[in-house]
């Protein structure tokens, strides 16, 4: 049987990935060095090298001993904010780290790959985004994630590896298994909402209130990460059978504001949530939601989990949860 390689697999989207997998009966091996990532969210069915993609000689040695058909590749850091502080940190892990993957596929006859992206590419302030709109990121971060993927274009162009990219908008929920969600604390708002949440006396920092939108606090598109787990699973299957390359939005397409989400969780707890605002952000972007047309079309996609009150409900149950652990 095929093996399917996750970077990143001991992570918040990538142990998704990997229980989806799994429950189809795939061989599923991960790669993750657990600066962010957590024991607790590797599948026990799954084979873990504790390695760092950024260590080529490592990296191509459990590409070469393990017969890989395919790679989904999620490794990275993701903190905006951080990234502006610490550029070198993101453009060493996410795009060297990216290189390597690249030069690993190509030197072990890999058929498929595929690449966690952002919406954070983008150019700010377009409102709705399809997958030809302007690139122009704002962030360090989302400056490596676009270097990588044109890492990924140049090199895999005129190879007989098929390639997705996927832009990823907000991710936020857990699986119904309850077994895995997002344990790290970063800079996501539905993560810091749901901490603030279970306590007493809810409070939230709030980076800018006089942005150019309805209500004066950003805006994005928040997917459930169930939803996003098996956009891999149906991308995967798809350019392997029509030996396509492609770049794909993952959001709903609904433009969600802080205050919406703060609105949402005050509502499900019953507990008025103090807000404090603060500066906006660098790197922040105002407003952006995906135009989802190419993907509903490319695999017939029809979202499971698509409402707030869902994504804001299971967020809270898996926060729930890891505060008895
Ligand atoms: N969470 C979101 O809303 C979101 C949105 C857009 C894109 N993404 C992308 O999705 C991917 C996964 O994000 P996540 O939210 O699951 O974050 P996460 O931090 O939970 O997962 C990242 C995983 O990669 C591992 N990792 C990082 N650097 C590594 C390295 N050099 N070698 C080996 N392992 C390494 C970490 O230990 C962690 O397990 C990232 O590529 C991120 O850029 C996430």
Redesign the pocket.
């Known amino acids: 049987m095929d093996n399917i390689l996750v ?9 998704h990935i990997v229980e989806q997998l799994l429950k189809m009966k795939k061989r599923v091996l991960i ?8 024991k607790q ?1 590797i599948n026990k069915k799954a084979i873990f090298f504790f ?4 260590n080529f000689k490592n990296l191509n040695k459990i590409f070469k001993q393990n017969k890989i058909s395919s790679v989904i ?6 903190s905006v904010g951080e990234s502006q502080k610490k550029p070198k940190k993101y453009y060493s ?2 795009v060297l ?1 990216t290189k390597n993957i690249v030069e690993c596929c190509k030197r072990n006859n890999i058929r498929n790959l595929i690449f ?5 590419v983008y150019k700010d302030k377009m409102k709705i985004v399809k997958e030809n709109s302007k690139v122009n990121p704002k962030s360090v ?1 989302g400056k490596t ?1 676009l270097l990588s993927e044109n890492l990924i274009k140049t090199n895999l162009k005129n190879r007989k590896i098929n390639y997705a990219i996927l ?6 929920g857990a699986s119904k298994s309850g077994k895995i969600g ?3 604390k ?1 800079d ?1 708002l539905f993560k810091n909402l749901s901490i603030a949440s279970l306590k007493i006396r809810p409070k939230i920092n709030i980076y800018g209130k006089n942005y150019l939108t309805k209500d004066g606090t950003c805006i994005r598109d928040y997917i459930h990460v169930s939803d996003i787990a098996k956009i891999h699973l149906l991308v995967l299957k798809k350019i392997q059978k029509e030996k396509k390359s492609i770049t794909l939005n993952c959001g709903y397409g609904t433009g969600i504001s802080v205050l919406d989400a703060v609105k949402e969780f005050q509502k499900q707890t019953r507990k008025k949530i103090k807000i404090m605002i603060k500066e906006r952000r660098k790197g922040d972007m105002e407003e952006i939601t995906a135009c989802v047309s190419k993907i509903k079309k490319f695999i017939k996609w029809k979202p499971k989990k698509n409402s707030l009150s869902y994504i804001v409900k299971s967020c809270i149950n898996w926060e729930k949860k890891i505060k008895q652990y």
């Open positions: 970077t990143g697999g001991a992570g918040y989207i990538g142990s790669v993750d060095n657990l600066s962010t990532g957590y969210l390695c760092d993609i950024k590749h999620l490794a990275a850091c993701l892990n996410n780290g966690s992206s952002t919406c954070a971060y994630k832009r990823y908008f907000n991710v936020a997002q344990i790290s970063g996501q």
